[in-house]
């Protein structure tokens, strides 16, 4: 068994950094969360704190006060540097995450376990600008981080056997259960899930169905936990037509976006995260 890394680095202080940030917090870590924008690292911290202090959120032994002083915010990546694992969460986008790469050569040690949490992407692209592409792979995480077992880990040629052990054996210490994917686009999941989300928007823009009657078909008569446009809502409809964009670029135009879903991304109805997408929210 590998020693497990002890100190996280968290870039992105977004949905996906945040419940990457509170999953290791709640197993014991110290973690460093970083974004450029001083009111997303106050507002991950304000809802770290009220997810730490519900009810059912799994503790152990240790109260909200005594994880969340585990907790450091960063607006600078020179801290990364004591950092021995690190889990970069930004948007979905080559050249925000290629940049990203690149300045992390000045602040991480050539050691650091550095993964990618990519839903989409080539790994073997982004391991180009990795401070050092040996211990570079994709750690691809659900949403919610905290609650969603499953994790994909994604390697590439040059990824260590050794760097894959440790992502796999800190995975399992986590509680999630781990699957490994050839890097393709989108790895496993969501090559299966999106498609589907993207066949739910057709019908509904062709009037097949009401949104209510599409959902209903998918968790009544196939027994899905939640319809396929209360998932689209879920994720943020943003993140499924970038997704659909990367796979219709690599795979051809069977994988095209439907036109309401692109309509609504522009209009800025990206679903539960601004309030409205296929449904509305309070």
Request: proline fraction near 5%; glycine fraction near 6%; hydrophobic fraction near 45%.
């Amino acid at each position: 068994m590998v020693p497990l890394p002890q100190k996280i680095g968290v870039i992105g202080a977004g949905r996906m950094g945040v419940g990457i940030a509170q999953l290791f917090l709640e197993h014991g870590f110290s973690v460093l969360l970083y974004d450029t924008a001083p009111a997303l690292l106050q507002r991950a911290e304000q809802k770290l704190k009220e997810r730490l202090w519900r009810e059912d959120a799994p503790l152990g032994d240790q109260s909200p006060e005594e994880i969340l002083e585990n907790l450091t915010l960063a607006e600078s990546l020179s801290a990364f540097h004591l950092c021995d694992f690190v889990v970069e969460a930004i948007f979905e986008s080559y050249e925000a995450k290629e940049t990203l790469l690149a300045r992390c050569h000045t602040f991480l040690s050539p050691d650091t376990l550095f993964v990618t949490n990519t839903s989409s992407l080539s790994v073997t692209r982004l391991a180009q600008k990795a401070p050092n592409p040996h211990r570079f792979l994709g750690f691809h995480f659900m949403n919610p981080a905290s609650r969603i077992p499953l994790v994909e880990l994604i390697r590439t040629s040059e990824t260590e056997d050794n760097a894959v052990q440790t992502c796999q054996e800190l995975a399992l210490f986590l509680g999630k259960t781990v699957i490994f994917s050839h890097d393709a686009p989108a790895f496993v999941l969501n090559r299966l899930l999106i498609p589907m989300i993207n066949e739910a928007i057709l019908a509904l823009e062709e009037r097949i169905a009401t949104a209510e009657d599409i959902d209903t078909a998918l968790t009544a008569g196939a027994q899905h936990p939640i319809g396929p446009l209360s998932l689209a809502d879920f994720i943020g409809l943003d993140v499924v037509l970038a997704i659909l964009k990367t796979l219709q670029e690599e795979r051809g135009e069977k994988y095209r976006p439907s036109a309401l879903l692109e309509d609504l991304v522009k209009r800025g109805h990206l679903g539960r995260k601004s309030g409205k997408g296929f449904f509305s929210y309070d």
